[in-house]
């Protein structure tokens, strides 16, 4: 079972979509993607 931001990005570097070196461990934490994420 995934929860947590944390474990689904570790899932994606498990799977091959993502690299370690492809983002920061806390990217939900970015005001550009926090902005990107807000209801219209």
């Known amino acids: 079972m995934l929860t947590g ?4 990005s570790s899932y ?3 799977r091959g979509w993502l690299s370690k ?3 920061d461990k806390y990217w939900w ?3 550009e993607y926090k ?3 807000q209801p219209a």
């Open 5 to 8: 931001l944390d474990t689904y």
């Open 12 to 14: 994606w570097v498990y």
């Open 21 to 23: 070196t492809d983002f």
């Open 29 to 31: 934490d970015d005001p």
């Open 35 to 37: 902005k990107k994420m």
